[in-house]
Structure formats: C-alpha cells, structure tokens
C-alpha cells in the first residue's frame, strides 16, 4: 500500500514538472532535497574544493578517520543534481558500512558536455591516489547518470593504465544513451520516476556531437573485459531496467564479477525513499554489505 501511495505522489509531481526546462529542473531537486533535511547527526561533513570541483567528505562520528572511500557520483540525468540532492541517502551508506564518502560536483549539461564529468571523476580519482588513498580501498558508486559515470570511468582509467579502484556500485544506472532497450516502451507505463521523452533530449543535451554508441557515453557498448566486481540494483518498474540486465550480462560474459538485484514493482533508484521504504533501507544495507566484503571492516 505504502508503495503505491508512494508512486502515486511521484506521478502527480512528474506530471506538474516541464523537463525541458533545465533551471527549474535543478532548482526543483534542491528544494526537495532540502525540505527532507540533508544532514545526519551521526555523521560529519566536511566541504573542499579539487581543483574547480566542489567536493565533500562524508564521515562516520565512529570512524572519521577510515582509509576506506566510497567516490560517489550523483545522478540527474548529467543536467542535475548535486552533492545536497545526494548527501543523505549517501549518509545511509556511510552509516550502514562505517566506510566514508567523497562526493564531488562534476561539471553539468548543457553548460558542459561529454567528456567533462569523466574527466572529473577521473580528477577527483587521482587526487585520492595522490592523497594515499589505496585502490584496493576505493570503490566507486553512482545512481542513474551517475552510474553510467561510474562504469564510464572505470572503463577511462582501464584505458590509461591507471590502477583500478577495487569495486563498484550501481543504482538503476543509464548505461545506454541511444535509448535501445525494450524497457524503454513496456515500462513505460509503470515508471512514475522517469519521462521516456526526456531521455533523448537530455542525452543530446550531454552528447553534444558525440556519437551515443561511444562507449564512455553509453558503456552497454563498450569492451567491459577487466573491470572490477560491480553489483547493481534496479527495479522492475523502471524504464532503465534493460540497462541494467544487459549491461551485467555482457559484463558476466568478458569475465567481470557482476551481480544484479531486481527489486519487484520498485522503480528508479527506490533507495532513496529509505525514510519511508523498508524495502529501500533492506537494498542500502546490502549496497553497504558489499562494499564492507569488497574493500575491507
């Protein structure tokens, strides 16, 4: 019952909302961050700059001072969001597996177009190694847009020969930017988060020239051989859901360890909602759990 009360409400918003205009679509999601409160007193925060980069720790009170980073990058479709959107549900995190996050504010479509915010994420990557960060004690994690940025950068530092970090994780990640997959079309009707007209608009928004069979910009089509373990969660009412099965299946076949969760009748990055959902803090803590398994208590 709470769920579909919940899918209702964000029906009603989605229906109220003009994608096409990206200054309300920033504002919108800040407001509503703020409203639900964005800070959590079991944690401590603490803003920086790398570089042009807005950036920010996110620590336990218990454990400030882990050597354990979760780099987290936020979604919004590339066009939106920000540290504040995602501050608390990445707090859910860090409290659940006592590792601490660095979140960063990469550059934006339209202002900035592909390659910026992996040229960003990479930025923000090697300032970590150049701080003494390991990488079998980093791991990379990112809902939506932020999740095909999260394997877009994997897939950057493979080709540079740069050390991997040692896992990833992936919320209901936008890994095909040409929009191919069936769910497109039968999800269609039971997605209350996403509008499928937005998605090519706001691809050409991020692309600019840029073919979207690139596979940094949709990593479905990239070589995925030596990749680190990434686990995913999705939902089955979302119209990325054939993102994700593809991705961890093409994944599954060069060798990668990937796992993937599907969550019945849940929908777009669902954890988020961990402050009404049971269901969503049940999929925070497992996200917590591999982390803790993959890069150490």
């Not at 229906?15 to 096409?20: G, M, Q, V």
């Not at 089509?221 to 993102?243: K, R, T």
Request: with cysteine.
């Amino acid at each position: 019952m709470l769920l579909s009360i919940l899918k209702y409400s964000i029906r009603k918003f989605k229906n109220k909302s003009d994608w096409r205009d990206i200054t309300r679509v920033r504002y919108g999601f800040e407001k509503i961050a703020s409203k639900y409160g964005t800070h959590n007193k079991a944690c401590r925060y603490e803003p920086f700059m790398i570089d042009h980069m807005k950036a920010e720790w996110i620590m336990s009170i218990d454990k400030p001072d882990t050597n354990r980073v979760l780099l987290y990058f936020h979604g919004g479709g590339y066009a939106a969001g920000s540290i504040n959107t995602h501050r608390a549900h990445i707090s859910q995190l860090v409290m659940y597996s006592g590792i601490k996050a660095l979140m960063i504010d990469y550059r934006l479509a339209p202002e900035n177009k592909f390659p910026a915010p992996i040229d960003d994420a990479v930025l923000a990557y090697e300032w970590l190694l150049k701080n003494n960060y390991l990488p079998e004690r980093i791991a990379f994690g990112g809902d939506s847009a932020g999740g095909g940025l999260t394997v877009a950068t994997l897939l950057n530092l493979r080709d540079q020969n740069i050390p991997l970090p040692k896992c990833a994780i992936c919320m209901s990640p936008w890994l095909d930017l040409t929009q191919s997959g069936e769910s497109q079309s039968t999800k269609e009707q039971a997605e209350p988060m996403l509008i499928r007209e937005a998605l090519p608009v706001w691809a050409a928004n991020y692309l600019g020239e840029t073919d979207p069979k690139n596979p940094y910009a949709s990593p479905l089509f990239a070589d995925l051989n030596g990749l680190p373990p990434i686990y995913i969660q999705v939902g089955s009412a979302e119209i990325l859901l054939d993102d994700s099965v593809r991705f961890a299946q093409k994944a599954k076949e060069a060798g990668v360890n990937v796992s993937i969760d599907i969550y019945e009748r849940y929908f777009h990055v669902f954890q988020a909602f961990y402050q009404v959902l049971r269901t969503a803090r049940v999929a925070n803590r497992k996200l917590a759990a591999f982390l803790v398994q993959q890069i150490g208590d």
